[in-house]
């Protein structure tokens, strides 16, 4: 079935630094990959998601790329900031049906230094 | 604002109860979802709805059972909680799968003693 990889699983960065995570899936038929964030006693949210038919997207200092080749897409951060201390979950989904799943990664614990 | 609730936000069971963890949500959103989620094991989807009735199961579903007899509310029922059930439960909702963001709920946190 499908399976996603995440990592690392925890990353520490200096302020102001950039931060990579990056996930892998196994099927290749998958065709949506959402971020959330998940801050310290809080709710997983969604920060940014790309479908199949696009190779990058951002949104100010978050971007996403995908490689359908390869079957990895990364999450960047540039210029973190404190506020982005949290846990981060990669997900894939296959297909449009209704009973289509959506796999998530194990999560990524992000620590900014100041 | 889409809003997903969940009945409690703190639950101690003890071991061969009956527990009941409500989810509801208000946009009208055909898909819900159950998660449990454990360090360092992510969000592990337990079971999951794409509308009255109907249900599927996700990763994990061996223990647990779920019942959605109406759109906006989905519930999760452990039939004999046992201790390795300990743990975080989120639920979420959407719209159909692959068109958009889950919404989460704030959690529940289950101690089966």
């Known amino acids: 079935g499908e399976n996603v990889e995440q990592h690392p699983s925890t990353l520490s960065v200096q302020e102001g630094d950039s931060a990579v995570i990056k996930c892998t899936y196994s099927?290749?038929?998958?065709?949506?990959f959402p971020w959330y964030k998940q801050e310290l006693g809080k709710r997983p949210q969604l920060i940014i998601d790309?479908?199949?038919?696009?190779g990058e997207k951002k949104d100010q200092r978050i971007a996403v790329t995908l490689n359908k080749t390869a079957k990895h897409f990364s999450l960047h951060i540039t210029e973190t900031q404190p506020e982005d201390s949290a846990v981060y979950f990669c997900?894939?989904?296959?297909?449009?049906?209704?009973?289509?799943?959506?796999?998530f990664g194990s999560g990524t614990r992000l620590s900014i230094r100041p | 604002d889409v809003k997903v609730t969940q009945s409690s936000r703190y639950l101690v069971k003890r071991t061969g109860e009956k527990v009941f963890l409500e989810c509801v949500q208000d946009?009208?959103?055909?898909?819900m979802f159950w998660y449990r989620q454990d360090p360092g094991l992510g969000l592990r989807l337990i079971y999951f709805?794409?509308?009255?009735?109907?249900?599927e199961k996700g990763d994990i579903p061996e223990g647990y059972s779920v019942s959605r007899e109406k759109k906006e509310r989905f519930s999760l029922i452990l039939e004999s909680a046992s201790t390795n059930q300990t743990s975080m439960y989120l639920c979420?909702?959407?719209?159909?799968?692959?068109?958009?963001?889950?919404?989460f709920g704030p959690g529940t946190r289950l101690t089966v003693l």
């Open positions: 099927d290749s038929a998958s065709n949506y």
């Open positions: 946009m009208d959103h055909e898909n």
């Open positions: 997900a894939a989904i296959l297909g449009y049906s209704s009973a289509s799943k959506i796999i």
């Open positions: 790309i479908r199949s038919n696009v």
């Open positions: 709805s794409y509308d009255v009735k109907m249900k």
């Open positions: 979420a909702s959407s719209l159909p799968i692959g068109r958009g963001e889950q919404f």
